[in-house]
């Protein structure tokens, strides 16, 4: 019988060649199974730095060739990767209040956003029970930047693309548990769908018209600088290290 929470699908297209040829080279499907779910989350989380692409819905391939992503594209990329390399995952789909995205959407683009900005996070099973990946959607060095520019090093944050309790020691690091990073900016739960493509069929991308446009040629560009230059702050910050 076809597990759906192994299926590709036009948006998890694992049978891409080129992310065929990157499961193959970094070894991931020789790894047990949390190990692996580890190194594949540790890739995405780290190799594929926080950044904005031009739609939500686009295929794990198009988000790997970009080469950075944020929470929609970077759920897609690390679903289509677990599922290539036999993990079986959902989706889970919400809404953000647009507060979560302050710092980053810079003014008064900010001003013209909705309230509610669409959100999702990829879920494993493992022995028996469904994490969550949310974590994954920030690097390291984003996150190190972050406390460089804001001189804020621990305790409560939302903003700047983070929504968590502890600012100093967020859960995204994978100990076979959920991961975290922008849950407390969560405002709305839509539940759990089978892949990315029925989440998006059902309820639609965070953009279009011309607002996907403004978003597209103006914001995007801007957004994309500002997480540059707070990245930055991390080689800059000389304790980022410590």
């Known amino acids: 019988m076809d597990d759906p929470h192994l299926r590709a699908t036009p948006l998890l297209d694992f049978d891409h060649p080129r992310l065929r040829a990157l499961s193959a080279d970094l070894g991931w499907a020789d790894l047990p199974e949390s190990a692996r779910i580890g190194a594949i989350y540790d890739f995405v989380r780290d190799e594929i730095p926080f950044g904005y692409n031009a739609s939500d819905d686009l ?9 950075y992503g944020q929470c929609n ?9 677990l599922r290539g390399n036999g993990i079986g995952c959902r989706f889970h789909g919400a809404t953000i209040d647009k507060r979560l995205q302050h710092g980053v959407m810079v003014a008064p683009l900010y001003w013209f956003a909705p309230g509610s900005i ?3 996070w990829a879920e494993v099973n493992l022995d028996g029970r469904w994490a969550g990946l949310e974590g994954v959607i920030l690097d390291d060095d984003y996150l190190l930047g972050l406390r460089a520019r804001t001189g804020q090093q621990g305790g409560p944050f939302l903003g700047y693309g983070v929504g968590t309790r502890d600012l100093a020691d967020p859960p995204v690091v994978w100990k076979g548990t959920d991961t975290f990073i922008q ?3 969560v405002n ?14 059902r309820h639609g991308v965070n953009a279009r018209g011309i607002r996907g446009w403004l978003y597209r040629n103006v914001m995007r560009p801007a957004m994309n600088k500002r997480v540059g230059t707070i990245r930055m702050g991390c080689a800059a910050d000389g304790n980022a290290g410590s």
């Open 183 to 185: 849950s407390t900016g």
């Open 73 to 81: 594209t970077k759920t897609t990329l690390l679903m289509a990767l």
């Open 118 to 120: 669409i959100h999702s």
């Open 188 to 201: 709305r739960d839509f539940g759990t769908f089978d892949d990315p493509d029925e989440f998006y069929r």
């Open 59 to 67: 295929p794990a391939s198009a988000v790997l060739a970009d080469g």
